[in-house]
């Protein structure tokens, strides 16, 4: 009989044999991976028991380069009367303005065009926007469940050329 072991259980095992002394090249060859992925497993069981063994993310802490929120909104409140500006004159005119120079003095920058078209391009395009607006459960039948997301209507306005 064929037991399937998750891929928690294998590290664990892969560690266990370590631990009770095989050598680490025969275990990495065994389970068909690195010899730093057995030290790495070893360093991560050693101080963070089974839960250390669990995949990670590989989500980055931070992102530099991303638009500070309060120049995002700053962006989006230019735009509302005039749905028909673009980038580059959104940059313009956000150069002119009181409120960003106060932003200058904190540290922040004025972003650039591209930035400004990654903010104002609506949320279909948007792939990295995922968790905006609100999850419902809409319908829960026995054991399958339908979700939606409920996204905020955009305004109405001619389409941005760029």
Known sequence: MLVE???VEQRYHAVMEVLAGVPVTEVAGRYRVSRQSVHTWVTR???GGL???ADRSHRPKTCPHQVESEIEALICEFRRPHP???PRRLVHELEHDAQLLIAHASGNHCPSPSSIRVVVTPFPARKYQIGI???RNVESSGQSTIWTWLVPSLPAG???RY
């Open 5 to 7: 072991l998750s891929v």
């Open 45 to 47: 069981y050693r101080s």
């Open 51 to 53: 839960a250390g063994l």
């Open 84 to 86: 028909s500006w673009g």
């Open 133 to 135: 607006g609100e999850i």
């Open 158 to 160: 001619p389409p941005v």
